[in-house]
């Protein structure tokens, strides 16, 4: 059995815009139906039973890796050694270039 339910509702029941849904209906992912009340087209979108419908991403509910986590404190350590190498040797070259040469 089909069920009707308006663009309205049917974002605020799977949390989308209502700019999304509509932009849904007109690229045909949602079948619509249009239907006039009260001399107004009114859209409805077809909810079959079977179509499965899939809630749209939470921001809050996003997976975090635990490959992809960085430990910045080691990741500092590491680069703040190699600055310390690269600093001695700039000014062991700067104390070599402002000898003078025979």
């Known amino acids: 059995m089909e069920e009707l339910i308006t663009v309205q509702k049917y974002a605020s029941k799977y949390r989308l815009s209502i700019h999304n849904v509509i932009k849904k209906t007109m690229s045909g ?4 139906v249009e239907k006039e009340e009260n001399s107004k087209k009114v859209t409805y979108i077809v909810l079959n039973p079977e179509t499965t419908h899939e809630p749209a991403p939470s921001a809050d509910a996003s997976p975090t890796l635990h490959e992809d986590e960085i430990d910045y404190q080691k990741a500092y350590e ?25």
């Open 78 to 102: 590491d680069l703040h050694k190699e600055y310390l190498v690269l600093k001695t040797k700039y000014e062991k070259l700067l104390a070599a270039s402002s000898l003078p040469r025979e």
């Open 29 to 32: 992912e949602l079948a619509t």
